[in-house]
């Protein structure tokens, strides 16, 4: 049989050029990445291909990040794939957005499992097609015993929406003399929330240049370091993430206090 540490072995040489994170402090590493991964259809427009296209393109460019964030050693890696309001789209771009996941998590379990990837998910998960959501409940318990890493899917994913759910959830709790009101504090509320078991965001990832959240981790995202790239999602690169990773590692994070020199 072969052992858990000379399959992850293998996988870190099969897909990592040597030095490649080398320029990286393993010390100083995000514990938590979030991707608002944007741009498909603008990849798909220049090339006058359809926006679907682009969305497939762009599930390439997911398979990359994930390998990455897994070589290098980040825990917790979110990916904004699917908001509340992405429903509005045409019913064709969210029935190919649909199938899309099921046929990308099909394909993805052995990788997942093999290198010790917890997937989870976030989000109105029962929105989303039945067969989406069996595989993705099949691919969740394929991986719930891995340590590696996990990978979170936003999906159909909303922060006021998560932020609404939980004040529900804590009046219940009060009312049923649960909880007391005089407890109800952030860290309580962050408990509430569904990223209640990781830590906040230390980095979150915007490609395709726009400047604004999209309603992605409203809560979570109070001290995270924000990095927006023009980058469209399916371009999105290995090299170009370390560098991003860099420019993080240089950044002085101050949480509203005062460093003396
Ligand atoms: C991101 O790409 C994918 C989803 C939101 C599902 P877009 O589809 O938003 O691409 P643009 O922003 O139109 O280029
Ligand atoms: C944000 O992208 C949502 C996801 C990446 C899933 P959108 O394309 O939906 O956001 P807006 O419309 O540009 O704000
Ligand atoms: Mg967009």
Known sequence: MVSTKRKRKKFLNSNTPSEAYNVLDCNKLPSHVAIIMDGNGRWAKQRKLSRIEGHHKGAEAVRTVVRTSREIGIPFLTLYAFSTENWERPEKEVTALMVLLKHFLRSEQKEMVDNNIRLDAIGQI??????????????????????????????????????????????????????????????????????????????????????????????????????????????????????ILKNYQLRERRFGRVFFQ
Do not use: C
């Not at 909303?158 to 529900?168: D, M, N, Y």
């Open 126 to 243: 029962d929105r989303l097609p039945e067969d989406a959501r069996e595989e993705l409940h099949h691919t969740m318990m394929l991986t719930q015993k891995n340590t590696g890493m996990v990978l979170s899917l936003a999906l159909s994913y909303g922060g006021r929406a998560e932020i609404t759910k939980a004040v529900r959830e804590i009046v219940d709790d009060v009312i049923n003399q649960k909880i007391d009101a005089d407890t109800i504090s952030p860290e309580l509320i962050s408990g509430y929330l569904y990223t209640q078991k990781m830590p906040d965001p230390d980095l979150v990832i915007r490609t395709s240049g726009e400047m604004r959240i999209s309603n992605f981790l409203l809560w979570q995202i109070a001290y995270s370091e924000i990095y927006i790239t023009d980058t469209l999602w399916p371009d999105f690169s290995k090299d170009e993430f370390v560098d």
